[in-house]
T-cell receptor, first 112, second 118 residues
Framework: AQSVTQLGSHVSVSEGALVLLRCNYS??????LFWYVQYPNQGLQLLLK??????LVKGINGFEAEFKKSETSFHLTKPSAHMSDAAEYFC??????????FGTGTLLAVQP | GAVVSQHPSWVICKSGTSVKIECRSL??????MFWYRQFPKQSLMLMAT?????????EQGVEKDKFLINHASLTLSTLTVTSAHPEDSSFYIC??????????????FGPGTRLTVL
């Protein structure tokens, strides 16, 4: 079975500050891991993905994530937050089937 | 590449009517599409997996007679909410799996359809 836990349903940072969104996974097979972003009333946009190549993955909009097998984590970071980063972020895991299992999401607020 | 569209983007209907939502892959062929439902401030709940040319596979607890899925071509899947009721009001999102040569499990999402049943 596979599952994803996102710690912190709401995260607030100041503009220019570090963004850290946490994701821990559970998987009985080598996982494929994804981060998606969702803006209000829109679908999901892929930020980045881990597919067993490099453990440090760079994505769009300056985001990156590091796969740490020992910690079963795939945390999302960005060095400097922009106002436009305010959105809902979802971590997802795939691997055992064709399905993606999503976390409960983290709402990121960016304060001016 | 890998663009998925949905139509309509929003729909309001009366209780008891049926509503059809279309999901199209615009620049690739998708043998597998997925339908999700999202309640306000919640995560995505997978409703069913739609396979071209065969019956959809529904998740546990999803009524297949209420949520009819048809995947008649490699670029189109439809979700029909039959005899809609207010509790069916939700945000419905489809996705398509990227062709086999790309990263496995990667899905590209449509923009979603907001359904409001009065």
């Amino acid at each position: 079975a596979q599952s994803v836990t996102q710690l912190g349903s709401h995260v607030s940072v100041s503009e220019g500050a570090l963004v850290l969104l946490r994701c821990n996974y559970s998987s009985s097979v080598p996982p494929y891991l994804f981060w998606y972003v969702q803006y209000p009333n829109q679908g999901l946009q892929l930020l980045l993905k881990y597919t067993s190549a490099a453990t440090l993955v760079k994505g769009i909009n300056g985001f990156e994530a590091e796969f740490k097998k020992s910690e079963t984590s795939f945390h999302l970071t960005k060095p400097s937050a922009h106002m436009s980063d305010a959105a809902e972020y979802f971590c997802a895991v795939g691997g055992a089937t064709n399905k993606l299992i999503f976390g409960t999401g983290t709402l990121l607020a960016v304060q001016p | 590449g890998a663009v998925v569209s949905q139509h309509p983007s929003w729909v309001i209907c009366k209780s008891g009517t049926s509503v059809k939502i279309e999901c199209r892959s615009l620049d690739f062929q998708a043998t597998t599409m997925f339908w999700y439902r999202q309640f306000p401030k919640q995560s995505l709940m997978l409703m069913a997996t739609s396979n071209e040319g065969s019956k959809a596979t529904y998740e546990q607890g999803v009524e297949k007679d209420k949520f009819l899925i048809n995947h008649a071509s490699l670029t189109l899947s439809t979700l029909t909410v039959t005899s809609a009721h207010p509790e069916d009001s939700s945000f419905y999102i489809c996705s398509a799996r990227v062709p086999p040569r790309a990263s496995r499990h990667e899905q590209f999402f449509g923009p979603g359809t907001r359904l409001t049943v009065l």
